[in-house]
């Protein structure tokens, strides 16, 4: 399996958020195959970046991507298909 | 000191072509720069920077069309007595945005080859960049050493994209490689542009045809977040839109 880089791991933790509702932090780790430790800076990022939202529901904490996350989506993959296409 | 500038031998039409040229390369570099500010990867900028070149390059040939009648035939060995004991600024002019027209092409060329091939050891591109010089000097003499250079830069560039787009097969990994199969056909036809004038402009209408076709990559770019992000992005603001109201 080739290795991902940080922006291919923020894409996919990005979207496990846009095809859920708002997820959990276990459900995140698993989805985006990360362990507890790994996940952490990313989730930082994200937050600070207001990529996500953390929200909490009956005393849990759940993640949630914004319309900024959203648009991030969308410009990796117009800067995917750019890399692909020129082979960098 | 007086400025006489033409049209040049083609009523401006390889200039006019030349300013498209420009343009697409801006907007590649542009679009590189956008992702290197993003992602912070050196590639992107090498790339942008080969692009931005590119573009200059095509800047001081327009210069140099404009010139063209003040064309000083070098026969002496000695090049820079020869042009600079030239009285005509003119002449001085076209020789110099010629020589750069030259130097910005090939190292844009160049940077995308490096690029490319992944050669990032100091010694590989030093060799690369002196040999660039020495094909730049000897083109003050003949001219068609420039455009074999050039051949063999694309030759490579051209094999490296036609395996990129074995390996991804999309619509526009086959739109980069046409374009630089394209721009090195261009300069096969180049390299007998003195024979016939028309062979000139079918190396120019080439060119042009090779750089609409990376156009065309970065427009079907632009249509892709019309037709797949639109969507995905509407469907998912509108949820989250939901959620902030229900708090």
Known sequence: MVKRNRLEVIRDILEILQKNRQVKITHLIYKANLSNNSIKPYMEYLLKNGFMQEVSDRDKKFFKITPKGNEFLIEFSKMKIFSESFGL | MSFTLSLGRFYGIDSLIEVLIILVAIVISLYSHKIYKIIKEQN???????????????????????TIYQRIRIERINFVYTVFSQPNYMQILNFISFILYNIFYLLGFLILFLILTKTDKKEKIFLYMYLSIIAILFSIYFNFIFHLTL??????????????????????SILVYIAFLLMLISHIFMVFSD????????SEGLMLIG??????????????TY???????????KRYLRNTAKK
């Open chain 2, 195 to 202: 024979v016939h004038s028309l062979i000139y402009m079918i």
């Open chain 2, 151 to 172: 051949i063999l830069i694309l030759v490579f560039l051209t094999m490296h994209f036609y395996e990129n787009y074995k390996n991804h097969r999309t619509t526009n």
């Open chain 2, 44 to 66: 992107y900028k090498y790339f942008s920077w080969a692009f931005l070149f590119i573009a200059v390059s095509f800047t001081f040939k327009i210069l140099s069309n404009l």
């Open chain 2, 227 to 237: 037709n797949y992000g639109k969507k995905k992005q509407a469907r998912s603001n």
């Open chain 2, 211 to 224: 750089f609409l076709f990376l156009l065309t990559n970065q427009i079907k770019l632009k249509k892709f």
